[in-house]
């Protein structure tokens, strides 16, 4: 035989025939029922029955191994006529035999009745020995030698490429190199070198992309910093608060109903045309910026357009900086908490005119209660002058940060004239962002692979490594299928990024620049296979999904335009061949969306009742995408960031991390099998921790601390003090003018410039060593103080502290000072001034 088949059918054709054959053959050995003849008997099994043809040992004949000898053939095994019984000397060794049928010793040739093809068979004799190897033996598949070519590898462009093909013909067919550019030889080098040249582009480009200082590429840089953990910025939408004024009352029409749905289109000044219009894509595109509502309008009512604060028949009235409750004057039943109201000056303080007022004195709250009602649920009212009244209280995070004057007098120039009101409260808000939505842009349709691989050298043949050799001869090699690309572009340009806004959230905090790790894309798209329509999710990256979640990341070029990819069925579902694909989404980012107020003027929504549409504050909020210089700039430096607690120092810079948090002092405690960090928090601005907080500072820790590492958040001791100061004041200076300084100064509050006094929690820290002299050296500076002496330096109630010889006072780890200077709570640490001298 001159060649292997894999399927062997040579049986059964001379199983139908009048000729026989070699089935295969067996080797008596543990089966043997004497141990002296194992490997003795070999049962030749044939394909047909021989009939009345008897072979003896004539027509046998071995080949290979040892020499063996044969005692006697005998026809017939148990009743089966095809099976011949032979009996050997010895047995032979571990090699190969081959067993053939002969005509006769003197002729080799097969028998007349005999199919040549099955007159032989291979066998061994010790198939039943134990083998500490595998069965199955390597299959080495000689690599066929390919003859060497001189390739000038430097070539790199169109002429040097042809310049090395032509001189290869010359070699290897020198009738055919010519060079001339009529010949088709020549025609064809110059379109394989134009080929090369192509090829040789994109690998110079792949070659660039590949580095992170010489990636010219938006998604190669994002991709590249993704392997350092580094999120790329790709900016965020404008955001501020719309005010609509209306003519009448707009309910809904029907319970759990809106008048103005969330995504609901506003646009600055369009020349000619209405407050309010049908939505038109094309016509809003003309305008200079297109906000969106985000969240949906329940209802708007008339008396919400302008609401007066009521001053309780007082003159020349405004609510302090840091106020959280007013009084408005009127019932406003409708006025529910949980909505936004606004703080506007509508004209000057001293003049009365509109045009003086000052357009930065507007604040938006979000109110937390109304009250409208009183016991008897009926309206609130003066009990003086039965005015009707509503009480409001809105969100500590959005307290005033400007006094808000509500009625005032003009100077004497102007005639002493009574004005009021000077600012007014705003209902109908809602807060809008930045960007147009575009509905159903056709993204395409998932191309059919048209390219596969070469039989035996796609990504499957990995897994038929470990296949037997007979199997991988066997096997019929499929060419396998290239997944066709689809990377879909998004029509325009650029695509919104937003934070996700949440109901009931503080004004203070809608407004504010979010993270780059909390804005997202504003995309949706749906897949229609045909059978049926599927929503694909977009993700910030396709690493944390499996290979069944429709989602698809969004990458940002460096024009703006937004690829879509999506995923290979391991990371991420592949969309079938044939899909269709629909997006919607909102384009405009960064800071284009920073207006000024009262620039929105069009509401697009047909609604005749809305008169009115402008926004209170300014448009902010808005951060551009990180451009290449800044990626390539701070990627590299994330390496240099701490995100693991090892040592106290650790602890300290990561605590400071925690807004509360003014400073964290660490002990390492042994606690049995493991040692815990205690830390201690030192607050910002205020005396205690709270358990929350305790809590959150905690879960801070969670993530950076080493394993079988505990940490627990321990709670300051504040220790009050007691400070005496004698003070000499100079005898030219007024004694209660340098007690008011000193009291400025020596104060646990800011004072009038900002600075912090001298006795705020924010000037303490745990364990530290309060020193008696810098406290008489502010008090010597301040103007009319001659000297200072201290009479008083302990803790509070306590003279064995006294710190006075050593002019210093030590506190324990956990201990806090605390001077709180309140004259109703003395127990929270007192400084007194004794002067003497002055006038």
Known sequence: MIYFCCDQRRREAVRNSALNGIDFVEVVDLEAANPADRQRFLHLYLVNDPGGMVYTEDNLRFEGGAPVDVVAVTMGLDGQQNVMVIELVQAGDFGPYRLNLVTSHLNPAPPPEIDPTLASVTFSFKVECPSPFDCLTDCECETPQRPETDIDYTARDFHSFRRMMLDR???????????????????????????????????????????????????????????????????????????????????????????????????TRLNEM?????????????????????????????????????????????????????????????????????????????????????????????????????????????????????????????????????????????????????????GNMVLVDHGQTLDDDELGQVPASHLRWAPGKGLVESLRKSAACADKQCEQEQAETIPAVFRPTLTRAPLT????????????????????????PAITIEGDDGVEVLPYLPVPDLLASDGTSRVFAVEIERDDRAYLRFGDNEFGRRPLSGTTFTARYRVGVGTAGHIGVDKLHHLALNMPEVTGVRNITAGKGGRNRETHAAIRKRAPFLFKTQERAVTREDYQTLGRRVEWVQDVSCAYVHTGSWITTFALPDPKGRVGVGDGQRVALREHYEKFRLAAHDVDVSTPVYVPLEITLHVCVAPNASKSHVRQRLLSLFSPKRQANGALGILHPDQFRAGQILHLSPLLAAAQNVDGVIAAKATRFRRFGDPRTSGLEERKLLFGRTEIARVDNDASHPGNGVFLFDLEGGR
């Not at 703080?343 to 000052?358: K, L, P, S, Y």
């Open 274 to 426: 209405p407050v309010t219009f049908m939505r038109n894509n094309a016509l809003l595109a003309q305008s200079g910026a297109v906000y969106e509502t985000c969240h949906p309008i329940t209802s708007l009512h008339v008396a919400h357009n302008e609401m007066r604060f009521y001053t309780w028949s007082n003159g020349r009235c405004h609510l302090p900086k840091g106020a959280t409750s007013a009084t408005l004057a009127g019932h406003f039943p409708d006025l529910h908490a949980f909505t936004y109201l606004a703080f506007e000056e509508i004209m000057g303080a001293t003049t009365g005119n509109q045009a003086d007022r000052v357009l930065d004195h507007r604040q938006i709250v979000l109110l937390v209660n109304v009250q409208v009602l009183n016991r008897d649920n009926e309206p609130l009212t003066d009990p003086i002058t039965g005015e009707e009244i509503t009480l409001i209280e809105w969100h500590e995070r959005d307290a005033l940060r400007f006094p808000v004057c509500i009625s005032s007098e003009t100077a004497i120039e102007e005639g002493r004239r009574f004005i009021e009101p000077i600012s007014v409260a705003r």
């Open 497 to 520: 990024f937003a934070p996700r806004y949440l109901a009931g959230e503080p004004a203070v905090d809608a407004l504010q620049i979010p993270l780059p790790s909390e804005t997202f």
């Open 169 to 267: 013909m010359s070699v290897s067919a020198p009738e055919f190199a010519t060079g001339h550019p009529a010949d088709l030889s020549t025609v064809l080098v110059d379109i394989l070198a134009y080929t090369a040249d192509q090829l040789a582009y994109q690998q110079d480009a792949a070659q660039t992309e590949a580095y992170l200082n010489r990636a010219r590429s938006r998604i190669s840089l994002k991709r590249l910093t993704r392997l350092l953990d580094y999120a790329v910025d790709e900016g965020c939408n404008a955001r501020c608060f719309c005010h609509f004024t209306v003519s009448s009352d707009i309910l809904p029409m029907a319970p759990q109903t809106v008048v103005i749905p969330q995504g609901s289109a506003v646009c």
